[in-house]
């Protein structure tokens, strides 16, 4: 049997797969266009400035030059501006601090005499229909117990609609050595309730369905946790309502206080009517902080039981709080013994 070839055979190349036929090359890849490159870092950086310009824009902190300011102050299409001009004016005042904060502590430096020129706008300002507004303008009015209009307008601002706006002018008012808004200060040390409406319309202000309408009910679809942090207005729960003109509606129910959710009362797929109470939430510690320090000074022995709370050894309660608390009642109680019994 004859011995086979030792010679290797040639395997196809690229060129003789098929006779005839060459096998195209792969096309390189083509990279971007200078103009896509260009496209696509313009919108990475867009991704990136857009919420910086946004936060820039609604910063409180921003200096204002007395333009902007005189500005703000009359720009009604923006109410934040009218707030940053408002923070910006207390700031040079005199105050140290944000709406609740430094309200009953004396002024660590003088005012700006500049900032004089707008303090018309103050007054003007204190029934102006957007509640962050107005709770603003009661702190700024409370850092210069000069201004000409201040007493009165404060005294005003206790009959507010908001309890934040009552409180933060009743703070203010203890400042001009005037203790009227002392009932409001201890409602500042009181947990707030979240309830059904059982007034107005529901959804747009136009809208002919009432909370009023007999046999109104809504069903929870979402509620805050309990022990969660909310801010003023933060949503607490979320209802749907059946509306005769337009079917369905979600509304959404706020807190008026800053504050912690203590307590949910009505739990999601519950029905529930006007009136009735969704949540509990206690107030802030800087809420709680500025009312005892203020009570400090016009407390009274009526507001012993509304105290007495933060003076207990709990975990919600900061030993700031705590410590505040005692001194306020030491305080209450040598007044009451110094003036003796009425």
């Given amino acids: 049997m004859p011995a086979e070839s030792e010679t290797p055979v040639p395997t196809p190349g690229p060129q003789s797969v098929q006779e005839g036929c060459a096998v195209l090359e792969p096309r390189p890849k083509r990279g971007m ?7 696509f870092f313009a919108t990475g950086w867009l991704i990136v400035l857009m ?3 946004f936060w820039w ?3 409180f902190g921003r200096h204002l030059s007395d333009q902007q300011v005189n500005e703000f102050l009359h720009d009604d299409k923006k109410p934040r501006h009218i707030q940053h ?3 910006q004016m207390g700031e040079r005042m005199g105050g140290d601090g944000s709406p609740g904060q ?5 002024s660590k430096a003088a005012p700006d005499a500049a900032v004089r020129r707008w303090y018309p706008d103050l007054v003007r300002l204190a029934d102006y229909p957007v509640e962050e507004v107005r709770n603003t303008d009661a702190w700024v009015m409370g850092q210069d117990t000069t201004g000409q209009g201040f007493h009165e307008a404060l005294l005003k601002m206790l009959q507010d609609p908001s309890a934040m706006v009552r409180g933060n002018a009743a703070l203010s008012l203890v400042r001009f050595g005037d203790a009227t808004g002392r009932p409001q200060i201890v ?3 009181q947990p707030a309730e979240v309830r059904v409406p059982t007034t107005g319309p529901i959804g747009p202000s136009a809208s002919q369905d009432l909370w009023s309408d007999k046999g109104r009910t809504a069903s929870v679809v979402d509620t805050a946790a309990v022990g969660t942090s909310i801010r003023e207005g933060g949503v607490v729960a979320k209802l749907n309502v059946a509306v005769f003109t337009d079917g369905t509606g979600t509304v959404e129910l706020r807190s008026p206080i800053a504050g912690r959710v203590r307590t949910m009362a009505s739990q999601r797929g519950r029905e529930v009517h006007p009136g009735d109470v969704i949540a509990i939430i206690d107030p802030s510690t ?3 902080w500025e009312a005892l320090r203020a009570l400090y000074l016009v407390g009274q022995a009526d507001d012993l039981a509304a105290i007495r709370p933060y003076e207990r050894e709990l975990p919600e309660i900061s030993n700031d709080v705590r410590q505040q608390a005692v001194e306020t009642e030491k305080a209450i ?3 009451a013994d110094k003036n003796g019994p009425s």
């Fill in 57 to 59: 824009s609604t910063w």
């Fill in 187 to 189: 409602a500042l040390l």
């Fill in 102 to 106: 430094g309200t009953t502590r004396q």
């Fill in 51 to 53: 919420p910086f310009l």
């Fill in 85 to 87: 001009a408002l923070v």
């Fill in 33 to 39: 266009s200078r103009t896509q490159k260009i496209l």
């Fill in 286 to 288: 800087e809420q709680v």
């Fill in 333 to 335: 109680r040598n007044r």
